[in-house]
């Protein structure tokens, strides 16, 4: 049998939410009238996390300027002269 012999049937589904508390959450949730405070977020500039990312942005830039200095330096050794007539050292009698 292939795809287009199988039947997709639609099943509708009810869902009845209860506006009373469970007892387990009793005092817990926003139902009960108590509002809860959003969760602050505190930076902290002397943390691990923050040293480790320090860290990282002091390596990255580190290596960047290695491979720069890398690049300038092969492109120092091709030399610039190509153009100009060459003067043969050793030139034959002719």
Do not use: C, H, Y
Not at 52 to 69: D, F, G, I, Y
């Amino acid at each position: 049998m292939g795809m287009l012999a199988v039947e997709e049937t639609e099943e509708e589904t009810e869902v009845e939410l209860a506006d009373s508390e469970p007892s387990f959450l009793r005092g817990q949730t926003g139902r009960s009238g108590r509002q809860l405070e959003p969760v602050k977020i505190v930076k902290n500039p002397d943390g691990s996390l923050q040293r480790a990312a320090l860290q990282q942005v002091a390596n990255t830039k580190e290596r960047r300027e290695l491979r720069k200095a890398q690049q300038q330096q092969a492109i120092d050794t091709i030399p610039k002269d190509m153009n100009k007539p060459w003067e043969d050292p050793l030139p034959e009698a002719g």
